[in-house]
């Protein structure tokens, strides 16, 4: 019995969890857009797959990419990209900003654009 309790608690923690998560959708099929698409997918080995399909730097990526018109610190923020941005090694840690927790998030799925 507390096997099954305790498994319908960690399946409502999910589905919370993934409530809030914000769908993304490729713009056009550029190399920018892509690894911006990477860079949203928050997980390091996508990101890194990107890159090495694009055979360039890292360190390039975080200073010339911008994805929506954002530098990648500011998508990473925006979104709540922490585990790609630690893998990019992108400090978001060190600002601050106010987010309002009663807005209600739009279940809209976000255009992704990379840079022109």
């Known amino acids: 019995m507390k096997v099954l309790m305790t498994a319908a608690a960690l399946t409502a923690l999910v589905s919370v969890s993934n ?15 892509e690894l911006c698409m990477a860079f949203a997918s928050d997980r390091p080995h996508i990101m890194l797959e990107a890159i090495r399909g ?13 994805c929506n018109d954002m530098n990648l610190s500011e998508f ?35 255009v992704l654009s990379g840079s022109k």
């Open 76 to 110: 990473a923020q925006t979104y709540s990209l922490t585990r790609t941005a630690k893998f990019m090694r992108i400090d978001i840690e060190t600002e601050t900003s106010i987010k309002d927790i009663a807005q209600t998030e739009s279940t809209l799925p976000v």
């Open 54 to 66: 694009q055979h360039t730097a890292k360190v390039r990526i975080t200073n010339k990419l911008e």
């Open 19 to 33: 409530a809030h998560a914000v769908e993304f959708v490729a713009a056009d099929d550029s190399h920018a857009t």
